[in-house]
T-cell receptor
Framework: AQSVTQPDIHITVSEGASLELRCNYSYGATPYLFWYVQSPGQGLQLLLKYFSGDTLVQGIKGFEAEFKRSQSSFNLRKPSVHWSDAAEYFCAVGADTGRRALTFGSGTRLQVQP | NAGVTQTPKFQVLKTGQSMTLQCAQDMNHNSMYWYRQDPGMGLRLIYYSASEGTTDKGEVPNGYNVSRLNKREFSLRLESAAPSQTSVYFC???????????????FGSGTRLTVV
């Protein structure tokens, strides 16, 4: 069965500082990996996705993520955080075959200090 | 605006009452999903519909039923609400079931349900 672990429940960074949110997945075959962002009181919005090819993927709002098969990780990064990035971030893994929907991690809440 | 529409946005139920959460998408997506979100637990899949006419159980289906009414609509029913069903419910849709939906999922804005 596929699973996702986000080790950090809550992270606080200063505005302008760099950010890295961790995500580890468990899946036997080639994973389809996603990062979603949820602003307070809102639904989830897709930030970026990895299917195959280049292991560094670019997303919206200046985010990027790197797929590392050897570490089963798909960490999200941003060079310089803005106050508007404060939100909850979810990593998710999908299967390439079979009747499986996306499995989500428990989320990381990002707080941005001025 | 194209997307996923959920109704109602907020609901308070008494234990034992029933209700149906409605979800509709206008993107001609084949697959639809119901997730619940609880603090510290992320999103957990309740039911999903890979295509019109099919439904399958997810991780936490007990106490819920679903109906894929047509390609656009996918409803979630609580027959006898319990306090443990207090949660935020999200409907989502995607092009397909596999490969994370191909282009990912589009989510509705959620229904905040409280059962007292």
């Amino acid at each position: 069965a596929q699973s996702v672990t986000q080790p950090d429940i809550h992270i606080t960074v200063s505005e302008g500082a760099s950010l890295e949110l961790r995500c580890n997945y468990s899946y036997g075959a080639t994973p389809y990996l996603f990062w979603y962002v949820q602003s307070p009181g809102q639904g989830l919005q897709l930030l970026l996705k990895y299917f195959s090819g280049d292991t560094l993927v670019q997303g919206i709002k200046g985010f990027e993520a790197e797929f590392k098969r050897s570490q089963s990780s798909f960490n999200l990064r941003k060079p310089s955080v803005h106050w508007s990035d404060a939100a909850e971030y979810f990593c998710a893994v999908g299967a390439d075959t079979g009747r499986r929907a996306l499995t989500f991690g428990s989320g990381t809440r990002l707080q941005v200090q001025p | 605006n194209a997307g996923v529409t959920q109704t109602p946005k907020f609901q308070v139920l008494k234990t034992g009452q029933s209700m149906t959460l409605q979800c509709a998408q206008d993107m001609n997506h084949n697959s639809m999903y119901w997730y619940r979100q609880d603090p510290g637990m992320g999103l957990r899949l309740i039911y999903y519909s890979a295509s019109e006419g099919t439904t399958d159980k997810g991780e936490v289906p007990n106490g819920y039923n679903v109906s894929r009414l047509n390609k656009r609509e996918f409803s979630l029913r609580l027959e006898s609400a319990a306090p443990s069903q207090t949660s935020v419910y999200f409907c989502a849709s995607s092009e397909a079931l596999q490969m994370g939906g191909v282009y990912g999922y589009t989510f509705g804005s959620g229904t905040r349900l409280t059962v007292v």
